[in-house]
């Protein structure tokens, strides 16, 4: 689907960052009526396995399903098999070449997105690895292997969201992490490092933003999604 046509209620993906499969569902029930896409992440893929996302799917909802793969090819291709027809609308991988390659061969009915640099690694992260690249070229780099290798898109922080979408097209699905309202920008307060507003990361070119805390740990959840939808609008 077309960047300009994503539907406002599938712009942002809330991160189900919860313990229990029953704060989940409580979440996405919260939340239904503004938000038809959710993320399941490490902790409660560990709390309740395919439980909760085949809940969301049959709610009706899309699913992000974000593992990080990232083991040799063919564990890759084996764990890609196991996520196939389940309904899942993204599946994340790590983006190096062999673990992409195995992961393209196994993908069935899914998008496959390649994680770029992690939103909490910044520069001084990527000095303390002794590497000299800038995190904004790695990411480059990385996305464009990605693509050419067969992934879908991307997730990568608003921040190299602008020369991504500019120089290898629209065909690249950009999913950005990282997202912060207006007067968090500067400092997330957390671990979370390239932070951007909801409506940057859309004005710099991304299809989705994956919205976790900000969302699910507000005292008004429905009130936080407004606000991001608005400014979701103002930037489309
Ligand atoms: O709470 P917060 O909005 O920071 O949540 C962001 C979510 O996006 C988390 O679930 C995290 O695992 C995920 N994520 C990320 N950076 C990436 C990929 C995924 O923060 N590069």
């Known amino acids: 689907m077309g960047r300009s046509r994503t539907p406002l209620n599938e712009r942002i993906i809330i991160a189900l960052d919860v313990e229990h499969p029953e704060q989940a569902k409580e979440v996405v029930k919260k939340c239904e009526s503004h938000v038809g896409f959710y993320k399941v992440g490490l902790q409660l893929f560990m709390a309740s396995w395919f439980e909760t996302v085949d809940w969301i799917v049959d709610r009706g909802h899309r699913v992000m399903l974000d593992l990080k793969f990232f083991d040799i090819p063919e564990t890759v291709k084996l764990a890609v098999e196991q996520v196939n027809n389940r309904g899942v609308s993204f599946a994340t991988i790590h983006g190096n070449d062999p673990i992409i390659r195995a992961a393209v061969s196994a993908r069935g009915d899914m998008k496959l997105l390649a994680v770029t640099v ?63 309202p207006g007067a968090n920008i500067g400092d997330s307060g957390d671990d979370q490092k390239r932070i951007v507003t909801a409506g940057m990361a859309i004005k710099n070119g991304a299809n989705h933003v994956v919205v976790g805390r900000p969302i699910t740990r507000a005292k008004d959840p429905i009130k936080v999604i407004e606000l991001m939808q608005q400014d979701i609008i103002s930037a489309s």
């Open 118 to 180: 992690l939103t909490s690694f910044g520069e001084e992260d990527m000095r303390a690895m002794g590497m000299t690249q800038s995190v904004k070229d790695l990411v480059f780099f990385r996305a464009k292997r990605a693509l050419e290798l067969g992934c879908d898109g991307v997730v990568s922080s608003g921040l190299e969201a602008e020369k991504m979408r500019s120089e290898l097209g629209e065909k690249l699905l950009i999913v950005t992490p990282g997202i912060r």
